[in-house]
Antibody, heavy 116, light 110 residues
Framework: QVQLQESGPGLVKPSETLSLTCTVS????????WNWIRQPPGKGLEWIGY???????NQNPSLKSRVTISVDMSKNQFSLNLSSVTAADTAVYYC??????????WGQGTLVTVSS | IVLTQSPGTLSLSPGERATLSCRAS??????????LAWYQQKPGQAPRLLIY???SRANGIPDRFSGSGSGTDFTLTISRLEPEDFAVYYC?????????FGQGTKVEIK
């Protein structure tokens, strides 16, 4: 069974870069598409972007200029960098994996708060 | 593409049938597939995939959950609500190499 675990700082200062890593266990990272999805407190889900093991990526157009998603096959991990954060980026960030059109596997989520 | 879910909240009793709607601003179906998925989310938990390709149940999902629809109109039906089914449900579309989520429908105990 594929399992995912997010890791990274829970507090980021405004204007800085949010960096998260997702570690995949129970399966190889060169099998699925890997997504980042976030959920502001009390609100709905927002897709951030995905990466395939080949390095091919796509991002939400509303975030594209600030988002970098990368993959490290040697560590079975993929990562998210979101630059120039503001309070509006405060959310639970989920990593997820599956087909190109849906995610079968999800991490538990990690709350990232943007505050000075 | 914008996905609009209705109703916002559905108040039902255990054992009742739940019908949730997801309407797309334009067709999300190709000749062979509809790229529409449904997820369930309980408080404090990650979403769980229920349905993909509009009507295919994900692994381990009980058969009381069913999905239907094509084009712009899709439905998630829970035939008989169990206590553990009270949650928020989201539809999600893949198209043009990007994803979109609906705003969610909360199914609450009446």
């Amino acid at each position: 069974q594929v399992q995912l675990q997010e890791s990274g700082p829970g507090l980021v200062k405004p204007s800085e870069t949010l960096s998260l890593t997702c570690t995949v266990s129970g399966g190889s990272i060169n099998t699925y598409y890997w997504n980042w999805i976030r959920q502001p407190p009390g609100k709905g889900l927002e897709w951030i972007g995905y990466i395939y093991y080949s390095g091919s990526t796509n991002q939400n157009p509303s975030l594209k200029s600030r988002v970098t998603i990368s993959v490290d096959m040697s560590k079975n991990q993929f990562s998210l960098n979101l630059s120039s954060v503001t309070a509006a980026d405060t959310a639970v960030y989920y990593c997820a994996g599956g087909g190109y059109d849906r995610s079968d596997y999800w991490g538990q989520g990690t709350l990232v708060t943007v505050s000075s | 593409i914008v996905l609009t879910q209705s109703p916002g909240t559905l108040s039902l009793s255990p054992g009742e049938r739940a019908t949730l709607s997801c309407r797309a601003s334009q067709s999300v179906s190709s000749r062979f597939l509809s790229y529409l998925a449904w997820y369930q989310q309980k408080p404090g938990q990650a979403p769980r995939l229920l349905i993909y390709d509009a009507s295919s149940r994900a692994n381990g999902i009980p058969d009381r959950f069913s999905g239907s629809g094509s084009g712009t109109d899709f439905t998630l039906t829970i035939s008989r609500l169990e206590p553990e089914d009270f949650a928020v449900y989201y539809c999600q579309h893949y198209g043009s190499s990007r994803w979109t989520f609906g705003q969610g429908t909360k199914v609450e105990i009446k």
